[in-house]
Nanobody, 123 residues
Framework: QVLLVESGGGLVQAGGSLRLSCAASERTFSSYAMGWFRQAPGKQREFVAAIRWSSGSTYYADSVKGRFTISRDNAKNTVYLQMNTLKPEDTAVYYC????????????????WGQGTQVTVSS
């Protein structure tokens, strides 16, 4: 089983930056890719970004492309989400997730989830 622990959320003004971290208890032999999702009140959980552990290939939702960067530290079994130029519409609970078989863009494709961290962007 893969245990995921997110950190780094908080309150920031529009235009500001935050970096989220996701520490995983296991890595490549247990998961193929890691993803970040977010869920705002009353909305479905949506894909934000994903990264393959082995190659480091990255994938982004159009809404965050050019503003967010996903990266990994293999030695620390940690995945990061650097969020720049934040907008009020980025406000949500952010979750990291592990996909055992592929790089998914839908929440149901992921096998393990963290507890989530709140990001609030004020206007």
């Amino acid at each position: 089983q893969v245990l995921l622990v997110e950190s780094g959320g908080g309150l920031v003004q529009a235009g500001g930056s935050l970096r989220l971290s996701c520490a995983a208890s296991e890595r490549t032999f247990s998961s193929y890719a890691m993803g970040w999702f977010r869920q705002a009140p009353g909305k479905q959980r949506e894909f934000v970004a994903a990264i393959r552990w082995s190659s480091g290939s990255t994938y982004y939702a159009d809404s965050v492309k050019g503003r967010f960067t996903i990266s990994r530290d293999n030695a620390k079994n940690t995945v990061y989400l650097q969020m720049n130029t934040l907008k009020p519409e980025d406000t949500a609970v952010y979750y990291c997730a592990a996909d055992l078989t592929e790089v998914g863009r839908f929440w149901w494709e992921y096998d393990y989830w963290g507890q989530g961290t709140q990001v609030t962007v004020s206007s």
